[in-house]
Each structure stands twice: as structure tokens, then as C-alpha cells.
């Protein structure tokens, strides 16, 4: 596996922000059922190793889930205030749930659990996402789930990336670099116009 070119730039810009922790935050776009765009704030959570896909995680009970097994179309969007520069990766998500038989993958998804503090693991077993709040506060309280084995709810997303657009507001004029994933799977990379 080579590192697609927009890798460098987008590993530079992780680390020119890492003094900002929500610089790991960028927004995540899907279609949803009725083919309207929704859109939502989640975790960049490293590349998954000897590959070009993001990692990010979500609750199997959310309503994205629907969208990305409907449609697995894609877009995210990453501004990173410091550097001041914006990636927008287009691409397919993968959706690695328990069921998931590739070993490789179910690995992944377990690596990534395993790197959550316990609050946020035990987010997955709070009551269902997008329904009407239970009241009984105890129900957000859960037994403490085992740091070591995903719950069933945990969900690993992959975001392959085919399409990626770098814009650089810095530079006089800014900079806006275009790449794209070809048949051959090798990427073209192209200076557009800002
Ligand atoms: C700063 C921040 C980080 C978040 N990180 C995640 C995340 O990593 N994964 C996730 O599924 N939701 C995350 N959320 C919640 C989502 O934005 C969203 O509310 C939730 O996933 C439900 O979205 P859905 O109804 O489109 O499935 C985060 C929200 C904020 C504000």
C-alpha cells in the first residue's frame, strides 16, 4: 500500500493543530433515505494500518446507519483554525459492525474500542440515539461495559477516501489542490483555482 499524496498535507495539518484538541473534529455528510443530506460532528480516530481509510467510530442505533447501508456516498469536511485549511475527502463509508466476519477489520474495530475511555464506552450503552429522552436518569448509568470486548451497539466507520479537495486559505493567492483516485487506483493531483 502506497500513502495517497493528500496524506502528507493532511498529517502535517494534524500536527501544525495538535495543540487544539477539537482539531480531530471535522463533520461527516451522509444521504439520507429520502436522498436529502445530513450532516454531524464526529472524531477523526486515526487511519486504520497500511491503508488510506479514516477511522471513525458511532453507535450501531443511530440514524446514519440507515443512511450509509442505503447509500455508502460520503463527504467530510475539516477546517483546521490554526493552519487555516480545509479538506473536504469524498469517498464510501464502510461500516465494520459486530457481525463483521473480515478479521482484519473485526480487529480494528476491537483496537478501537479498547482506546476509549470509559465515559465514551459507556455511551454506548446508554438508551437508543434520536429517540425521545428517558427520563429515569438511572438508564444513563449503565454497569460499566468491558474495556477489552466491543459491545454490540460499537460501531468502527471507515471513510475511503476517491475524491479530496485541499484548500489553503493562507498564500496570496490562496492555494486549493485537487485529488482524485483513477481506475489504476494511483491519484492525479491537480492545482485548481481557489
Ligand atoms: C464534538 C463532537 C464530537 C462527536 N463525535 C462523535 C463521534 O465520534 N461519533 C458519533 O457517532 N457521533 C459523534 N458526535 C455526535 C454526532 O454529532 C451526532 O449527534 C450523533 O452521531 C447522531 O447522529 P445521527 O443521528 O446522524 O446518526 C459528536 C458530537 C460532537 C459535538
Known sequence: MSFAPWRSHLSR????NRSQPYSRYL??????????PANRTVVF???????????????ARSNKIAHIKAKPWAEICWYFTKSRE???????????????????????????????SDS????????????ERV???EAFSPPQPSAK??????CLLLLTPEKVDHLELRGEPQNRCLYLLQK?????????NP
Open 135 to 137: 427520563t429515569n436518569p
Open 86 to 116: 480545509q479538506f473536504r475527502l469524498f469517498g464510501k463509508l464502510v461500516l465494520v459492525t459486530a457481525a463483521d466476519l473480515e478479521p482484519a477489520l473485526q480487529l480494528a474495530r476491537q483496537q478501537a474500542w479498547q482506546k476509549l
Open 13 to 16: 495539518a494534524l500536527h501544525r
Open 27 to 36: 463533520q461527516l455528510a451522509t444521504v439520507d433515505t429520502q436522498g436529502l
Open 149 to 154: 470486548e466491543p459491545i454490540i451497539n460499537f
Open 45 to 59: 480516530r486515526g487511519f486504520l494500518e497500511d491503508s488510506n481509510q479514516l477511522q471513525f467510530i458511532t453507535d
Open 120 to 131: 465514551t464506552r459507556l455511551q454506548f450503552s446508554w438508551p437508543k440515539p434520536g429517540e
Open 184 to 192: 489504476d487506483q494511483t491519484w492525479s493531483t491537480q492545482s485548481i
